[in-house]
Nanobody, 127 residues
Framework: QVQLVESGGGLVQAGGSLRLSCAAS????????LGWFRQAPGKERVFVGS????????YYSDSVKGRFIISSDDAKNTVYLQMNSLKPEDTAVYYC????????????????????WGQGTQVTVSS
C-alpha cells in the first residue's frame, strides 16, 4: 500500500502561483510513478501530469504544459506541483495519485491505472 497526503491548496488571484505537495509513505520505491489530477465542479477528474520517482522524468497535459512543474524530493518522499500563471479555469480539487502498473505516460491515457489516491486539496483561482 502507498499512502498519499496532499497539502498546499488555497485561494489565489489569476496570474499568481501556488505549490502543492504530495507526501508519499508506505510501499514506495524508485519504480513508482506519481501523478497529479484535478476535478472541477461538475466535471470529470482529468490528468495534469506525472513524474517517475527514480529518474524524475516528467510528463504534462497540454493544458498545463509550460505553466506547471512537477518535481520530487527523495529525502522527504514528497512530490510537488508548482503552478504558475494560474487561470480561473485551473480551479479544481487537485489529487495526487500513484501506480506501479504504468509507464510515465500511462495514467495520462488511462486514469484507472492509478492504484493509490490522496484525499485532494482545493485550489481556487479568482479572476
Amino acid at each position: 500500500q502507498v499512502q498519499l497526503v496532499e497539502s498546499g491548496g488555497g485561494l489565489v488571484q489569476a496570474g499568481g502561483s501556488l505549490r502543492l505537495s504530495c507526501a508519499a509513505s508506505g510501499r514506495t520505491s524508485s519504480t513508482l510513478i506519481l501523478g497529479w489530477f484535478r476535478q472541477a465542479p461538475g466535471k470529470e477528474r482529468v490528468f495534469v501530469g506525472s513524474i517517475r520517482w527514480s529518474s524524475r522524468n516528467t510528463y504534462y497535459s497540454d493544458s498545463v504544459k509550460g505553466r506547471f512543474i512537477i518535481s520530487s524530493d527523495d529525502a522527504k518522499n514528497t512530490v510537488y506541483l508548482q503552478m504558475n500563471s494560474l487561470k480561473p479555469e485551473d480551479t479544481a480539487v487537485y489529487y495526487c495519485a500513484a501506480t506501479y502498473r504504468a509507464s510515465l505516460y500511462g495514467m495520462g491515457y488511462d486514469p484507472t491505472l492509478a492504484d493509490y489516491w490522496g484525499q485532494g486539496t482545493q485550489v481556487t483561482v479568482s479572476s
